[in-house]
């Protein structure tokens, strides 16, 4: 296994969304919605530490195939993001499918045929997160909003190569995002 620590974190930060999208499940229609979220993260984890323990080589064969599916996968939970965002702003569904639609082909078009950076995922993550973010303030939702200024605190953290705890920027980062969603998850609405 390549990159232990970060392939472990992923793992685990893989478990800790699929945990979480289970015990969501049944709760209503904006539950399920964050249910959904956390699965395709869970999956973008689980795929990651894939791709940091056994399938680094992202230039060709399963390693390209694999971070490819995982980039996708990233694009979705970007949907998903704003799906919840608007959800939460009463904005009515079909704008929100649109947007979430428009996003994700604009994505991935970039991603199949442009780059696969994962500073695109980054890039095209940040305007629903902050959409969601303003979504939390204006209901009130406090544990939401922490969840989400800790996201960006850690993306901030991974970006600039922040290394502590004895581990690398990027599994610290894990550690940072499973702070993070534990917080959006306690903070998830339980209307339907």
Known sequence: MREADVTLTDFALAALCFGFAGLLI?????????????????????LGALSHGWFWDRSRGIGRANWLTTMLVIGVANGLLWLIALRLFAVPA???????????????????????SF???????????????AA?????????VAGLVVALLGAVQQAAGIKGLGLTHNALYHV???????LVFFGVPTEG
């Open 176 to 182: 940072v995002q499973a702070l993070a969603f534990a």
């Open 119 to 133: 500073f695109l995922s980054s890039g095209f993550s940040l305007p629903p997160t902050l959409a969601l973010l």
């Open 26 to 46: 049944g709760g209503g229609a904006t539950p399920a919605l964050f249910a959904t979220l956390y699965t395709a993260l869970g999956l973008a984890a689980f």
């Open 136 to 144: 939390f303030l204006w209901t009130g939702n406090a544990l939401g």
């Open 94 to 116: 079909p704008w929100g499918i649109a947007l979430a639609i428009s996003q994700f082909v604009l994505y991935a078009g970039l991603a199949l045929f442009v780059t696969r």
